[in-house]
Each structure stands twice: as C-alpha cells, then as structure tokens.
C-alpha cells in the first residue's frame, strides 16, 4: 500500500495542485507502469521518505519541496512530453531521477532549450557521464563501473566462461562495453553475445541457445520484467549459469518477479549495504518512523538522491532558480552523504564512483 501510494503520488499532484503548498516544485517522470515499475516504485519510496523528513522541519530555507511525479511507461517519448510539459506549465526548478538510458538521452535537448538541471537519473549510462553535459549530475557510479567490477569477481573465482544477453538499445550496448571491458582486464572472451528487443522482448530461441553452451555465468542487461523473463528462459532451459544483472534491478521488487529463481542471482550495487555506513543506517531508521520494516537498494539510492537534492537547494539559497540551482550543483565539494563523499565541478558531473556486488539470499534478500 505504501509502495502504491508513492508511485501515484505525482499523478494525484497533477490534478489537485495547491500553488501555496508547492513552493519548490521538483519533476520526476518516470515508469510508474511498464516493465520497471518495482524498482521505480521502491526509488520513489526513498526520495519521498527523506523528502517528507525535509518538509515535516519546515523545508528549505522555509519552503516545501513539492516532487511532481509523472508516468512515462518507460517510454523515452512520453519522458520527452511529460518533462516539456511540466517545464513550461508549471515551471518546475529542476528534473529528478529520470529512469532509462534512451529516456535520459532523450531528455537532454530539452535540458538544453529550458536550461534545466537533472539530477540523479537513475541510470549509469556513460554517455552521460562522458563529454560531461551541461545540466545533466549523475549521483551513481556507471554501468560500466559496475559490470567491470562484476567480470572481476566471476574471474577471481575462476568461472571463465561468461554469456552475455543485453537489451538493444543505448543501455544495452553501454553494459556491454563495460563486461566486455572486465573479460578483457581478465584475459576472457565472451562464449557468447546475444540482444533482445527492448519493446518485445522474446527469450524463445535466446534461452535455449545460450543454455546449449553451458556457460559457467550469464550477465543479463536490461530491466525488470525482460531481465526476469530472460533468467526464467534459462532456468527453464536447463542452465545452472551463475546469473548477473546490474543495480538497475536492485529492488525487492525484483526479486518477487524472479519468485523461485532469485536465490543466488548477483546483482551489483551502486550504495554500499553495510551498516558500517552512516548512510545505511540513517534510511532504515527514518523508514522506521514510517513502519516501513525493509529499506531496498533502489529505496537508498532513491534517499541519497534526495539528499544530493535537498542540499543542492540549500546552497543555490532563498527563492532558488535554475542558473543558482545549477551553480549550487557545480560548486558542490565534499558533500558528505553519510560515509560517501559527493563532489561536483563544471568539467565533472560524476557524483560517486562506488561500485560493490550483493547476492540474493534463499530468504529473498540482498546480501554482500
């Protein structure tokens, strides 16, 4: 129930907006339905939950931070129309964690015309880390970072013979890179690649042919559902593969779909998970207030966004704009985010750059 509400909280925003409540108005469009809506729900419960601690003291600088959020069904066009629409209409300060690599990309002429900040899209696409683009500030490390790290992990532990599956799209191709980067840093060459289409995925033939080979691991890039129904194909299949996806799909959410094949599937982490970190015990204690008993990866990273967020509105100071929100962001240094320390700069838009593996338990929880 809490999840739902979260994830319809911008729709009702839309049609019952109150301008004396909506001081700071931030936009979110995102896929509320479609193929990434657990993770997307659980992102969402996150951001609000510190958003709402922010509010319950009075706001920033006096203000409320009011968060419009907007269903694109993972659509990169109606990403393009939701935020067009929301920038000219009801002048929103900035755009907050987009979900999607093409959706993102997509966006960026838009950022461009209405000079509007993103902050913390929730995908680590490198293309939009490298050239750094100009109103774009990513929180979390890149896929790249993290698939390299991943390949490393199965190299040390002597599993060699690694099949790649990935979406064809922009986001596909830029996981790709990133594992085939890793089996180069380890001497290896993929037993083989094979993409799906984003639109339909179809796993019919994929399944059984990378089954056939018998690889020892299989990573899977792409989101939600596809990554679900692709495990579910080789399982089916026959494979024993050691499966691995990356932290697009590092909801609880996720692990539900996978239902009786999750146990052991790696998937890697752009947070960390140990308590050791102050950050990782200040979402469960604050998410306790709220009788909410299970912070997910993809509920921290969606709080630690916030947090970039609610700082970055801070230093940009009373009545905030655009261009002083954007030079708040670019002079942020050190930001200390609770054990992970969080730097901006006009020539880098790279927030963090950790990158960890988790694996999920027989109890259906991630574990490092």
């Known amino acids: 129930m809490i999840l739902l509400r979260t994830a319809l909280l911008g729709l009702c925003l839309a049609s019952t907006w109150n301008t004396a409540q909506a001081q700071l108005r931030i936009e979110q469009t995102v896929g509320v339905t479609g193929a990434v809506a657990a993770t997307v729900q659980e992102a969402g419960l996150g951001a609000q939950l510190y958003i709402d601690t922010i509010n319950a003291k009075g706001g920033v600088g006096g203000e409320k931070i009011e968060l419009i959020t907007l269903d694109d069904k993972f659509d990169p066009k109606l990403t393009v129309a939701n935020a067009t629409e929301l920038i000219e209409n009801k002048g929103v300060l900035a755009l907050f964690m987009t979900r999607g690599t093409p959706h993102t990309e997509a966006l960026i002429p838009v950022l461009d015309k209405y000079n509007v900040p993103l902050l913390a899209p929730s995908t680590g696409a490198m293309s939009l880390h490298q050239p750094v683009k100009k109103y774009i500030f990513n929180v979390r490390a890149t896929y790249q970072r993290e698939a390299e790290r991943a390949v490393l992990h199965l190299a040390a532990t002597e599993?060699?013979?690694?099949?790649?599956?990935?979406?064809?799209?922009?986001?596909?191709?830029?996981?790709?890179?990133?594992?085939?980067?890793?089996?180069?840093?380890?001497?290896?060459?993929?037993?083989?690649?094979?993409?799906?289409?984003?639109?339909?995925?179809?796993?019919?033939?994929?399944?059984?042919?990378?089954?056939?080979?018998?690889?020892?691991?299989?990573?899977?890039?792409?989101?939600?559902?596809?990554?679900?129904?692709?495990?579910?194909?080789?399982?089916?299949?026959?494979?024993?593969?050691?499966?691995?996806?990356?932290?697009?799909?590092?909801?609880?959410?996720?692990?539900?779909?996978?239902?009786?094949?999750?146990?052991?599937?790696?998937?890697?982490q752009v947070l960390p998970q140990s308590p050791n970190y102050a950050l990782v015990q200040e979402a469960p204690s604050l998410a306790k207030s709220k009788n909410i008993t299970d912070v997910s990866p993809a509920m921290l990273e969606g709080f630690v966004s916030a947090k970039v967020l609610v700082e970055a509105l801070r230093r940009a100071g009373p009545k905030p704009t655009r261009a002083r929100l954007q030079t708040a962001l670019e002079t942020m240094k050190g930001f200390d985010l609770g054990g992970l320390s969080l730097s901006f700069s006009a020539s880098d838009h790279t927030g963090l750059d950790f990158a960890d593996l988790s694996i999920v338990t027989a109890s259906g929880k991630f574990r490092r």
């Open 159 to 268: 599993l060699t013979r690694l099949a790649i599956i990935h979406v064809d799209d922009s986001f596909g191709l830029d996981g790709l890179a990133g594992t085939q980067k890793g089996l180069e840093g380890a001497r290896l060459s993929p037993v083989a690649v094979a993409k799906f289409d984003r639109s339909k995925p179809d796993f019919s033939q994929i399944g059984p042919a990378i089954a056939k080979l018998e690889p020892q691991a299989v990573m899977v890039i792409g989101s939600g559902t596809a990554v679900v129904d692709a495990m579910k194909s080789l399982r089916d299949n026959g494979s024993s593969a050691q499966l691995l996806t990356l932290s697009n799909n590092a909801s609880s959410g996720f692990i539900k779909l996978l239902g009786a094949n999750a146990s052991g599937v790696i998937v890697s």
